[in-house]
């Protein structure tokens, strides 16, 4: 697998939801941010092997009550 194909899961805790990209699109995203030097709000938190995979990964910690260090470990 291309590791610009896998699906980055992210998170935004300002706005409290998920979204799905490709490592691609994640890091061209990150490389704008630092160069026009603004943050985004978005966390990668996960890479999943596919789309089904990421809504997986969201799924799941969804059922998360917040993400506290001892509830990821």
């Given at each position: 697998m291309n590791i610009m194909d896998a699906v980055a899961v992210l998170y935004s805790f300002e706005q409290g939801c998920f979204h799905l990209e490709t490592m691609k699109e994640?890091?061209?995203?990150?490389?704008?941010?630092?160069?026009?030097?603004?943050d985004h709000q978005y966390r990668l938190i996960a890479i999943a092997e596919d789309w089904k995979e990421g809504h997986t990964i969201c799924n799941q910690f969804r059922t998360l009550k917040d993400f506290r260090k001892e509830e990821l470990s």
């Open positions: 994640y890091i061209q995203s990150n490389l704008r941010a630092t160069m026009d030097k603004k």
